[in-house]
């Protein structure tokens, strides 16, 4: 059951309306969001949302902010994980397709920028490049250690990016589903072929 307004206290109220848009999202698509909505499925009055969110694209914003944060926690604990580089590049990669399908509410917003970009929460326009540094600090290790080439690591930290965003649209989407029934295997294993694979080209072009 909802709870009611009187419920919520020290930012409650705010946690509360960022679930119900998210929970929203993944039920029913970005197109059924409404600060009324979201506010009769937190169990609050129709006017509540208003002393967080201005309007619909100052909540967006909040929730993608909020989700960069967990992935960025994601992805640090996948590359610490690690036990050498390369093999930390391959665990981001997965960590961040699993963040997708665990999120997928948060990613949808994380992707759609024009969705989410607001002037009352200024930090969305850059809550992703946490998450790129980390990247780019990735391949940099990776070449130091002897597992990438060398030279200017734009180039793969760009590819790995486009890569991890290309299976999580796909599986987000509905055809990554669809092909692994067609190959008998699941999106999960597919995504770990494809992280051996990366590490084993890198491994072999650096060699």
Do not use: K
């Not at 640090?76 to 590049?89: C, H, K, S």
Request: net charge negative.
């Amino acid at each position: 059951m909802p709870q009611t307004r009187a419920s919520y206290h020290h930012g409650g109220l705010r946690d509360a309306l960022l679930a119900a848009c998210v929970a929203l999202i993944e039920a029913e698509g970005i197109a059924a969001v409404s600060l009324r909505r979201v506010a009769r499925d937190a169990g609050v009055s129709p006017g509540a949302p208003y002393h967080h969110f201005p309007d619909r694209s100052a909540l967006f914003a909040a929730i993608a902010v909020q989700g960069h944060q967990l992935l960025l926690e994601r992805l640090r604990a996948a590359r610490e994980a690690a036990p050498t580089a390369l093999r930390g590049l391959g665990a981001i990669l997965e960590a961040y397709v699993a963040f997708a399908r665990e999120h997928p509410g948060h990613l949808h917003l994380m992707l759609r920028s024009e969705l989410s970009t607001s002037s009352q929460v200024p930090e969305a326009a850059h809550a992703g490049e946490a998450a790129i540094q980390l990247l780019t600090e990735t391949v940099q290790d990776c070449q130091r250690e002897g597992s990438a080439p060398a030279g200017d690591p734009e180039p793969l930290v760009a590819a790995v990016w486009a890569l991890a965003i290309g299976i999580v649209t796909l599986w987000l989407d509905g055809p990554l589903e669809g092909r692994c029934v067609q190959l008998g295997t699941t999106p999960e294993a597919l995504t770990a072929r494809i992280t051996a694979l990366l590490e084993s080209l890198l491994a072999g072009s650096a060699a």
